[in-house]
Nanobody, 123 residues
Framework: EVQLQASGGGLVQAGGSLSLACAAS????????IGWFRQAPGKGREGVSC????????YYHDSVRGRFTISSDDAKRTVYLQMNNLKPEDTATYYC????????????????WGQGTQVTVSS
C-alpha cells in the first residue's frame, strides 16, 4: 500500500519558518513527482509546490515563490518543503501528493495523497 507520511506542521508567528516532510513508502520514488497542496478553511485545495524526480523540475505557486523551497532526499525517500517568511495567509492544512512522472497541480490528477498536517501562522 502506497503511503505518503506528512509531518512538520505547527504554529508559528508571521515571518517565521517551518519545514514540512513527506516520506514515501511502497512507491517507486523515481517514477513520481511529489508535491504539496494546501487547503484553508472554506477554500478549495490548491497546489503549492512540486518536484519532479524524473527531470528535477520544480513548481511553485506565485504566492510562495521566493519564500518556499522544495527539495528531495533520495536516500530517505523524503521530500521537504522549507517555508520561510510565513504569512497568516499561509495558514492551511498541507497535504503531500504524488503524481506519476511530472508535477501536476490539478487535484483530480493526483495519484496518491498523504494525510494533512496543519500549518498555522499568527499575525
Amino acid at each position: 500500500e502506497v503511503q505518503l507520511q506528512a509531518s512538520g506542521g505547527g504554529l508559528v508567528q508571521a515571518g517565521g519558518s517551518l519545514s514540512l516532510a513527506c516520506a514515501a513508502s511502497e512507491i517507486s520514488f523515481d517514477d513520481y513527482a511529489i508535491g504539496w497542496f494546501r487547503q484553508a478553511p472554506g477554500k478549495g485545495r490548491e497546489g503549492v509546490s512540486c518536484i519532479s524526480r524524473s527531470d528535477g523540475t520544480t513548481y511553485y505557486h506565485d504566492s510562495v515563490r521566493g519564500r518556499f523551497t522544495i527539495s528531495s532526499d533520495d536516500a530517505k525517500r523524503t521530500v521537504y518543503l522549507q517555508m520561510n517568511n510565513l504569512k497568516p495567509e499561509d495558514t492551511a492544512t498541507y497535504y503531500c501528493a504524488a503524481h506519476a512522472v511530472f508535477c501536476s497541480i490539478q487535484v483530480s490528477e493526483i495519484d496518491y495523497w498523504g494525510q494533512g498536517t496543519q500549518v498555522t501562522v499568527s499575525s
